[in-house]
């Protein structure tokens, strides 16, 4: 019998979940997840939930439910050590009930993003926090609480500031702080007041469009342009003011206080502002048999799991490198250790980082998306099934192979929604494959905005909540 053990139940963990209880029989082999929280939630639809145009119960669904039928063992509570040469976990159990040891012969950590509002002074929404997040279901009820009452002090003829974007000099997921915008854009013009609302992005980004993918170009309607041009329409269409390629150095009281490009400080004021954190990984520490913290050999200095990918290259070798970065998620020291979605530890970024004159490192790092998770923990599932029947490994998948889908929508309504996608491939580029500037397929790549994509954004919401839930077919679904 092999005991396989994942902690983390997001888009990662839960669909290697499913694919390790397809490929091993149950009865004679032990799968065990790991979940704080006994729900799975399904993170875009946070954008609909921080923009009261959808209740946060309908972004989750209970986990047990779904173990019970496919055969998985469930621990609820929070992996706290690793034992990678006794091989064992240790959880401390939700409801205080003490903790528990799961013992595995293979291990896939998939425990997404840490919120790290901590590395901004002033950053988030909790005591001494003065800006929304819409990351967690807590904080985007809290964020369209406060949305709420902006809307209301609009409607009473105040003038107010909205400023949306990275909190964080190297933050990233750009493009769901860049559908937050959008939906409350569309919230204020079908409310009346968008004309009494200053609505401005701020970013880490280099320039408009990089999404911490380097932007790029694409087709657009038969005719190549680059995703900068793309989101300058957007935002020349809507009224969207910006202020890019900025560290946040603190946040107070309605005041944000950056350092730009240049290395000039200044400040940007706000009635409401919604700034992500910087991702930090897991507070997870490693131990080995002599009781030795190994947790530097396993993980990096922000907490991500270091698996087969070539670390340490200068940018400039990097992005011309597109196999230096993993292809199977299994740690180099201890190989039955595999490191799924955002858990694992990227060889560096896409985009270009930009050095101020005072030092600080200013960009943003590379999105690892529900698409790219939901395919790293199919591949993994699929390695350590391999591995147990056969004792080899077969599957692989580089984000410099893999294609990704961003669907920014613009309000959730199928008959007045609207949405910008842009289709990359692949999402890291490969100059070598495709020798343009852009190191990315120019026909695959695509951008559009339309009607279209709201029923897409819609859609991903149905399947991916039916698929996760391993009703039949859900393998047809893709990740
Ligand atoms: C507002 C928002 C909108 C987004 N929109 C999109 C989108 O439209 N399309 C897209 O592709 N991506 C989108 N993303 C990104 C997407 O949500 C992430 O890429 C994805 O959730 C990453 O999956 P994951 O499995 O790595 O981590 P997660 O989904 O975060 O799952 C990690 C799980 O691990 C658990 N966990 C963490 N630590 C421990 C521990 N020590 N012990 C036990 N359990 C633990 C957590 O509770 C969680 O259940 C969005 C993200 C946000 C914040």
Redesign the pocket.
């Known amino acids: 019998m092999a005991k396989v053990v994942i ?7 839960q669909t290697a979940a499913l694919y390790l209880a397809d490929g091993l029989n149950t009865r004679k082999h032990q799968i065990t997840m ?4 006994d729900s799975f ?1 399904y ?2 639809s ?2 609909w939930v921080g923009s009261g145009t959808m209740k946060v119960g309908k972004t989750q669904f209970p986990l047990r439910p779904v173990y019970e039928r496919t055969g998985i063992h469930f621990i609820q ?4 050590e690793v034992h990678p040469d006794e091989k064992y976990v240790v959880v401390e159990r939700t409801d205080g009930s003490g903790t528990v040891q799961a013992n595995y012969d293979y291990i896939v950590i ?5 919120l790290d509002f901590g590395a901004t002074p002033g950053l988030g929404p909790h005591a001494e926090g003065e800006t929304m997040s ?2 967690s279901p807590p904080h985007a009820v809290q964020a369209w609480n406060k949305l709420d009452t902006m809307i209301k002090r609009l409607h009473q003829g105040e003038r107010l500031k909205f400023v949306i974007g990275a909190g964080f000099r190297g933050a990233t ?1 750009q ?2 702080a860049f ?1 937050y915008l959008s939906n409350i854009h569309k919230i204020l013009v079908k409310e009346g007041v968008r004309d009494q609302a200053e609505l401005l992005w701020f970013s880490n980004e280099p320039k408009l469009g990089d999404f911490g993918i380097g932007g790029g170009r694409g087709s657009y309607h038969g005719k190549l342009i680059s995703t900068e041009d793309f989101v300058h329409a957007i935002f020349e269409d809507t009224g969207v003011k910006w202020q890019i390629h900025r560290s946040v150095d603190k946040v107070e009281k309605g005041r944000i206080f950056w350092e730009d490009e240049n290395g000039k400080h200044g400040e940007t004021n706000f009635d409401f502002a919604m700034l992500l954190p910087g991702f930090a990984g ?1 507070k ?1 520490q490693y131990i080995d048999k002599d009781n030795n913290n190994i947790t530097t050999k396993i993980a990096d200095a922000g907490g991500f799991v270091k698996v087969d990918a070539t670390y340490g290259l200068p940018h400039a070798e990097l992005k011309n490198r597109p196999g230096a970065w993993p292809a199977w998620y299994q740690n180099p020291t201890y190989p039955d250790i595999f490191a ?4 694992f530890a990227p060889p560096g970024t896409v985009s270009e980082p930009h050095t101020t004159p005072n030092g600080t490192v200013i960009v943003p790092a590379v ?7 939901g395919i790293i ?1 199919r591949v993994v599932a699929k390695n350590i099934v391999s591995l147990i029947k056969h004792g080899r490994m077969g599957h692989n998948e580089r984000m410099s192979e893999m294609l990704t889908i ?2 920014a929508s613009m309000g959730s309504s199928l008959w007045d929604g609207l949405a910008s996608t842009l289709v990359v491939y692949p999402v890291v580029p490969d100059r070598r494959k495709y020798p343009n500037e852009g190191g990315r397929h120019l026909s695959i790549t695509q951008m559009d905005i339309g009607l279209s994509g709201a029923w897409m954004k819609r859609m991903l919401h149905t399947t991916f909540m039916y698929k996760l839930k391993g009703y039949p077919g859900w393998k047809i679904i893709p990740e």
Not at 110 to 114: E, Q
């Open positions: 902690i983390g139940a997001g888009f990662a963990g790991i979940n704080k929280y939630v993170t875009p946070l954008v509570g929070t992996a706290t998939a425990t997404g993003a840490r819409i990351c997921c493009g769901a559908e897991p997870i799924a979605g955002i858990a999105p690892r998306t529900g698409m790219a998770s923990g961003c669907i």
